[in-house]
C-alpha cells in the first residue's frame, strides 16, 4: 500500500462504486429478460457524467428472472469492497413501477442518521437514483411498460462488512452499495470523511450529545476503555481530519467532543493543526519545548525536546522525568486549539496515551478559549 501511496496521482487507476457496479448489473439483467439473450457487458450512464462500460461475469436466465454479475474493482485504491461479486437479479411483478430492495449481503438500515431510512436495504440515494433511472431508461428503449423487482446481492457481503463500519454505524448483515460520483478516485480522502459525517450522524440521531473521537482503531480500543459508560455509537474514529470531525459535531449540535490518541498526531493537535495526516504541517519542536517550560522542565529537558528527533521521542524524554504535568498540560492545549477552531460552543477533554495503552495524560471539561 505504501508503494502505491507513492504513484504519479495522475498514473493512478480509478475505480468503480458498489452503486456502479449494481446498476450496471441491473441493466443487463433487465436486457437480458426482455430479449432473452445473456448480456456479456452493460453500459451505464455515471453521476460524474460519462458512460462507462462493465464486463457481466455471468448472466443466469431462469423463467420471468435474470440474475448477472459483476467483480467491483477499486483501482488503485482498494478498499473493503475491491473484488467483491455484486449481482443484480430483476423479474417482472404485477404492481406497476420499480420495486428494489437488498437481497443476501445487502446490510439492512437499523439506526436513524444514515441517508437510508430506518428498515430499508442499505443502498444509498445516489445509487437508488441511478438504478431507477436506468431501469426506465431501459423500458422505455424497448418500449415496455410493465413493473420490475430489482433485488441487490453481494455473496459475501457479511463477510466483507466486518471490515466496514456498517455494525458500528447500525447497518446489519451485509455491506452498503454506495457512491455518489460512479468512480472511486485513488487515495481521496473524500470517501473516509463522508465516512465520518455518517458516523457523527448515527451518533447524534441516537441521542448522544457525547462522542469520543479517536484517530484509529488502537486509540479507539482505549478510549473504549476510558469511556465505557458511552454506547458504541458515540465512538468515532476520525482519522487525520480532526478539525473536520469537530466542525461537523458543532454544527449538529452535539455538546461534547472527547479526544483520544497518541503523542504524534495530537502534538500537531496541540499546536493548531486540524489536518493530522504525516504529510500535514510537522511538529513543531519549539512548541513542545515551551509547553516543556510552562510546567517547570529543567532547561536541560528543555534542550532535549527542541532537539528531539519525534513527538513520541519527546514523549519519552517527558516520560524518563516523570513529569506528568507536561502531558496533561499538552492535552490543554489540545483542547484549546480545537475550540479555537471551531470557535468555541462546545466542551473538549482531550486523553493521551502511549501505544502500550498506558494513559500519559488528559483534561477534561474545558469549554473556554484563553
Known amino acids: 500500500m505504501e508503494k502505491k501511496n507513492k504513484k504519479d496521482p495522475s498514473q493512478m487507476r480509478h475505480g468503480y462504486t458498489t452503486g456502479a457496479c449494481a446498476t450496471a448489473c441491473t441493466k443487463a439483467a433487465l436486457t437480458a429478460l426482455i430479449t432473452g439473450e445473456a448480456q456479456e457487458t452493460a453500459t451505464i450512464h455515471l453521476p460524474i457524467g460519462r458512460d462507462v462500460t462493465f464486463t457481466i461475469e455471468k448472466s443466469t436466465i431462469s423463467g420471468e428472472s435474470v440474475s448477472c454479475e459483476t467483480i467491483k474493482d477499486g483501482g488503485d485504491d482498494p478498499d473493503a469492497t475491491h473484488g467483491a461479486l455484486i449481482v443484480s437479479t430483476v423479474s417482472w411483478q404485477e404492481e406497476s413501477g420499480i420495486y428494489l430492495d437488498g437481497g443476501v449481503g445487502v446490510g439492512r438500515v ?27 431508461e431501459t423500458l422505455s428503449d424497448f418500449n415496455i411498460k410493465r413493473g420490475v423487482k430489482v433485488i441487490i446481492s453481494v455473496p459475501d457481503g457479511e463477510k466483507i462488512a466486518k471490515n466496514t463500519l456498517n455494525g458500528r454505524l447500525g447497518i446489519i448483515g451485509g455491506i452498503s452499495i454506495l457512491g455518489t460520483r460512479g468512480t472511486v478516485v485513488p487515495f ?23 462522542v469520543v473521537m479517536t ?58 493543526v486540524m489536518m493530522v495526516h504525516s504529510k500535514s504541517k510537522p511538529v513543531n519542536f519549539e512548541f513542545l519545548a515551551q509547553l516543556a517550560r510552562d510546567v517547570d522542565a529543567p532547561e536541560e529537558i528543555v534542550k532535549q525536546v527542541t532537539e528531539a528527533n519525534t513527538a513520541s521521542h519527546v514523549g519519552e524524554i517527558m516520560l524518563e522525568t516523570g513529569n506528568q504535568k507536561f502531558f496533561n498540560h499538552l492535552c490543554e492545549a489540545c483542547c484549546m486549539s480545537s475550540l479555537k477552531h471551531v470557535k468555541g460552543g462546545l466542551i473538549m477533554d482531550t486523553s493521551i496515551y502511549s501505544m502500550k495503552g498506558e494513559l500519559l495524560g488528559r483534561a477534561d471539561g474545558i469549554d473556554t478559549v484563553d
Request: glycine letters at 12%; hydrophobic letters at 40%; charged letters at 20%.
Open 215 to 272: 484517530t484509529g482503531g488502537r486509540s479507539e480500543r482505549y478510549a473504549m476503555q476510558q469511556y465505557k459508560g458511552l454506547p458504541k455509537e458515540a465512538f468515532i474514529e476520525m482519522g487525520d481530519f480532526v478539525g473536520f470531525a469537530i466542525k461537523h459535531c458543532k454544527r449538529l449540535g452535539i455538546k461534547r467532543i472527547s479526544l483520544v490518541g497518541m503523542m504524534g498526531k495530537f502534538s500537531k493537535v496541540a499546536q493548531g
Open 110 to 136: 437499523t439506526k436513524p442518521g444514515l441517508p437510508v431510512a430506518v428498515g430499508e436495504a442499505a443502498i444509498n440515494p445516489v445509487p437508488r437514483k441511478m438504478l431507477y433511472s436506468t431501469v426506465e
Open 188 to 210: 481521496s480522502s473524500s470517501a473516509y470523511r463522508a465516512s465520518v459525517v455518517e458516523a457523527i450522524s448515527v451518533a447524534h440521531a441516537t441521542g448522544n450529545d457525547h
